[in-house]
């Protein structure tokens, strides 16, 4: 690894004016201000010394497959030529000169903390290693619950809405604090999360439980307290997704979802996170690929808006922190244009950063191309380049681009850090139903229990099985629990192996997952048993509106490891049911009249 001397040497000399400070006192603002005009000097000059293809690499955010930067698997090589050209991350920042990566599981950049940090530090190697070298900026959606892409040994959190739940804005921001130091740790330096949508539709297929919940107040106060958790760790945080993704009923991944908000419900709903984050200093915000009529007549996705982004966003909320779409190959941005013209126009509507196109070679030429023959202009680019290279700044990536082997040791799912995710864990566990105070369950009454239910894959792909982690749990709590998984669409034969198990037992634990008509018949069988029943919501709290017959409801928010062995404790007794709903629960069959509302939530003394 090249010594400190060897990097700063490599970064144009340009560091010394990198430091990040503190919140100044009033007699140090004038001279933070003059400090600020001397580092944008210097940044404009390093930016004044690279080439045009420099520039327009510097813009993109790119997938890689591969744990090493310089020798993946053979596997992920052969993935790399296929969808990108190259044959590593090293090859690919040779050849765009891409100023982001993005870490996904699926590429198999994540899999434990130190390979990770490998990874992050041949990055760094292979792009400082260029003519005019610049650290990347790596990033990855950590946003705990049910998106999570940096697994076990890491702490995982609760996700969002059980934050949301749990409502502790101190909690929120240990969240991010100890999520930031894990990532930084790690060399991931830029978050996306929080999510800052008001998720107020039900049927929302693709936010859901990754917003706080739907009370916008709640929500900003949330976003706030991680985003200064976060950022006071030295993680770039993002606020998702611009102008607000709450109220749609198609996945943006697969579809284009439309907003039907007015421009007021706008300023009263989604817009209020988003001005939170701002004040917060928020480092970055991540567009949505929705339309939105009221704020964009045009048709076009809010990510390809200029009226949305520069007139908006940037003209009316005053945010001058860095732009970064969602994916670009998500369908939502892809349905109206051709994949070559979605960055252009991106960039084109006050776009800084282009994350992960379906073909970087057609989205880097295309770019390239609109600069040559004058459809955007290389001081267009040069103004989100000064931008992203704040960011980098701010971060400290110039100065420290590369982590330690011992700060990952030291660091990353520490035992101070795994107990502050099981308590905040614990107070957010929601209690919505409990007949005749059949919780908490007594070992000398109810000790032979049946985990069953549905068993969602890990979001990090290294915790559960769901009914595996709560029979663990329950039997390590004095129980003697059995897991058997009956999957989210059980057939009749898989519904019967569970009622002949349920024989056996004093009580059955059972995990809901967007409850349908196979669970439901299941659950229902099982409380017409005569068997005490207890039904954990693991996704979306909505379960328990169809489930009335069931005597003992809680509400998880999520099926990871932290949350489950939380709510295993508090079916024992062991802790207090503390959550309360952030999102109100309609009746199944008057979706109109409210079931629960909004801070509802039992607790074992009444």
Same mark, same amino acid.
């Given at each position: 690894?090249?010594?400190?001397?060897?990097?700063l040497?490599?970064?144009?000399g340009?560091?010394s004016?990198l430091?990040v400070?503190?919140?100044?006192?009033?007699d140090?603002?004038?001279?933070?201000?003059?400090d600020?005009?001397?580092?944008?000097?210097?940044?404009r000059?390093l930016i004044?010394?690279?080439?045009?293809?420099?520039?327009?690499?510097?813009?993109?955010v790119m997938?890689?497959?591969?744990?090493?930067a310089?020798?993946?698997?053979?596997?992920?090589?052969?993935?790399?030529l296929?969808e990108?050209?190259v044959?590593?991350?090293?090859?690919?920042i040779?050849k765009?000169?891409v100023?982001?990566i993005?870490?996904?599981?699926?590429?198999?950049?994540?899999?434990?903390?130190?390979?990770i940090?490998?990874?992050?530090?041949?990055?760094?190697r292979?792009?400082?290693a260029?003519p005019?070298?610049?650290p990347?900026?790596v990033?990855t959606?950590q946003?705990?619950?049910i998106?999570?892409?940096?697994?076990?040994?890491?702490?995982?959190?609760?996700?969002?809405?059980a934050?949301?739940?749990?409502?502790?804005r101190?909690?929120?921001r240990?969240?991010g604090?100890?999520?930031g130091?894990?990532?930084?740790?790690?060399g991931?330096?830029?978050?996306?999360?929080?999510?800052?949508?008001v998720?107020?539709?039900?049927?929302?297929?693709?936010?859901?439980?990754?917003?706080?919940?739907?009370?916008?107040?709640q929500?900003?106060?949330?976003?706030?307290a991680e985003?200064?958790g976060y950022?006071?760790?030295?993680?770039?945080?993002?606020?998702?997704?611009?102008?607000?993704?709450?109220?749609?009923a198609?996945?943006?991944?697969y579809?284009f979802?439309?907003?039907t908000?007015?421009?007021?419900l706008?300023?009263?709903?989604?817009?209020?996170?988003?001005r939170?984050a701002?004040?917060?200093g928020?480092?970055?915000?991540?567009?949505?690929h929705?339309?939105?009529?009221?704020?964009d007549?045009s048709?076009d996705p809010?990510?390809?808006?200029h009226?949305?982004?520069?007139?908006i966003?940037?003209?009316?909320?005053?945010?001058?922190?860095?732009?970064?779409?969602d994916s670009?190959?998500m369908e939502?941005?892809?349905?109206?244009?051709?994949?070559?013209r979605v960055?252009?126009?991106?960039?084109?509507a006050?776009?800084?950063?282009?994350?992960?196109?379906p073909?970087l070679d057609?989205?880097?030429?295309a770019?390239?191309n609109a600069?040559?023959?004058g459809?955007l202009?290389?001081a267009?680019?040069?103004?989100?380049?000064?931008?992203?290279? $704040?960011l980098?700044?701010? %971060?400290r990536?110039?100065e420290?681009p590369?982590? +330690? #082997? !011992? @700060?990952v =040791?030291r660091?990353v799912?520490?035992?101070p850090h795994?107990s502050a995710?099981?308590?905040?864990a614990?107070?957010t566990?929601?209690?919505?139903?409990n007949?005749?105070?059949?919780l908490?369950l007594?070992? $000398?009454?109810?000790?032979? %229990?049946?985990?069953l239910?549905a068993?969602?894959? +890990? #979001? !990090? @792909?290294t =915790?559960?099985p769901?009914?595996?982690?709560?029979a663990?749990?329950?039997t390590g709590?004095?129980?003697?629990?059995?897991?058997?998984?009956?999957?989210?669409a059980?057939?009749a034969a898989v519904?019967?192996q569970?009622?002949a198990?349920?024989?056996?037992?004093?009580?059955?634990?059972v995990?809901?997952?967007?409850?349908?008509a196979?669970?439901?018949?299941l659950?229902?069988?099982?409380?017409?048993?005569?068997?005490p029943v207890?039904?954990?919501?693991?996704?979306?709290?909505?379960?328990v509106a169809?489930?009335?017959t069931?005597?003992?409801?809680?509400?998880?928010?999520?099926?990871t490891?932290?949350?489950?062995?939380?709510?295993?404790?508090?079916?024992a007794?062991r802790?207090?049911?503390?959550?309360?709903?952030?999102?109100?629960?309609q009746?199944?069959d008057?979706?109109?009249?409210v079931l629960?509302?909004?801070?509802y939530?039992l607790?074992?003394g009444?």
């Amino acid at each position: 690894m090249p010594s400190r001397r060897t990097v700063l040497a490599a970064t144009a000399g340009i560091t010394s004016v990198l430091a990040v400070g503190g919140t100044a006192h009033a007699d140090e603002k004038q001279d933070a201000r003059k400090d600020s005009r001397k580092d944008d000097d210097r940044l404009r000059s390093l930016i004044s010394r690279m080439t045009l293809p420099e520039k327009v690499g510097q813009l993109f955010v790119m997938r890689v497959y591969g744990h090493s930067a310089t020798a993946p698997d053979q596997a992920d090589i052969d993935a790399n030529l296929q969808e990108i050209g190259v044959r590593t991350a090293a090859e690919m920042i040779a050849k765009y000169r891409v100023g982001g990566i993005i870490y996904f599981t699926w590429a198999h950049n994540t899999r434990d903390p130190h390979q990770i940090a490998d990874l992050s530090n041949g990055i760094q190697r292979a792009s400082l290693a260029q003519p005019r070298g610049l650290p990347v900026l790596v990033s990855t959606d950590q946003e705990h619950g049910i998106v999570c892409r940096v697994g076990e040994p890491a702490t995982l959190f609760p996700g969002a809405m059980a934050m949301g739940a749990g409502g502790s804005r101190g909690d929120a921001r240990t969240l991010g604090r100890i999520a930031g130091q894990e990532l930084r740790a790690i060399g991931i330096r830029q978050n996306y999360s929080p999510v800052a949508d008001v998720n107020v539709n039900p049927a929302n297929p693709v936010i859901g439980v990754r917003s706080f919940g739907s009370d916008p107040r709640q929500v900003a106060a949330l976003v706030a307290a991680e985003v200064a958790g976060y950022q006071g760790a030295r993680v770039a945080a993002t606020a998702k997704h611009f102008p607000g993704h709450g109220d749609t009923a198609v996945d943006s991944h697969y579809g284009f979802p439309v907003i039907t908000h007015s421009r007021a419900l706008w300023e009263d709903l989604d817009a209020v996170p988003f001005r939170a984050a701002i004040r917060a200093g928020i480092d970055s915000i991540m567009t949505a690929h929705i339309q939105f009529p009221a704020l964009d007549a045009s048709g076009d996705p809010a990510t390809l808006s200029h009226p949305i982004l520069t007139g908006i966003l940037r003209g009316e909320l005053g945010y001058d922190g860095v732009v970064v779409t969602d994916s670009l190959g998500m369908e939502g941005v892809r349905t109206k244009y051709g994949d070559e013209r979605v960055p252009v126009l991106a960039l084109k509507a006050g776009v800084d950063q282009l994350l992960n196109p379906p073909s970087l070679d057609v989205a880097w030429n295309a770019v390239l191309n609109a600069v040559r023959d004058g459809e955007l202009t290389e001081a267009r680019l040069d103004e989100s380049l000064l931008r992203i290279l $704040r960011l980098k700044a701010r %971060l400290r990536l110039f100065e420290e681009p590369y982590v +330690s #082997p !011992s @700060g990952v =040791t030291r660091t990353v799912g520490t035992p101070p850090h795994l107990s502050a995710a099981d308590r905040i864990a614990e107070r957010t566990t929601t209690l919505l139903v409990n007949e005749k105070r059949l919780l908490p369950l007594s070992r $000398r009454t109810h000790r032979k %229990l049946l985990v069953l239910g549905a068993d969602p894959a +890990s #979001p !990090s @792909g290294t =915790t559960g099985p769901p009914t595996g982690v709560l029979a663990a749990a329950l039997t390590g709590l004095g129980f003697t629990a059995t897991a058997l998984s009956t999957g989210t669409a059980p057939s009749a034969a898989v519904v019967a192996q569970a009622l002949a198990a349920a024989r056996d037992a004093d009580a059955v634990i059972v995990g809901t997952y967007n409850v349908a008509a196979a669970q439901k018949s299941l659950v229902e069988q099982l409380v017409a048993s005569g068997k005490p029943v207890v039904a954990l919501a693991i996704r979306n709290p909505y379960d328990v509106a169809q489930l009335p017959t069931v005597p003992a409801y809680l509400a998880t928010y999520s099926w990871t490891d932290v949350e489950l062995r939380a709510a295993a404790r508090v079916i024992a007794g062991r802790a207090a049911p503390r959550g309360r709903l952030p999102v109100p629960v309609q009746r199944a069959d008057d979706p109109a009249k409210v079931l629960y509302p909004v801070g509802y939530g039992l607790s074992y003394g009444r």
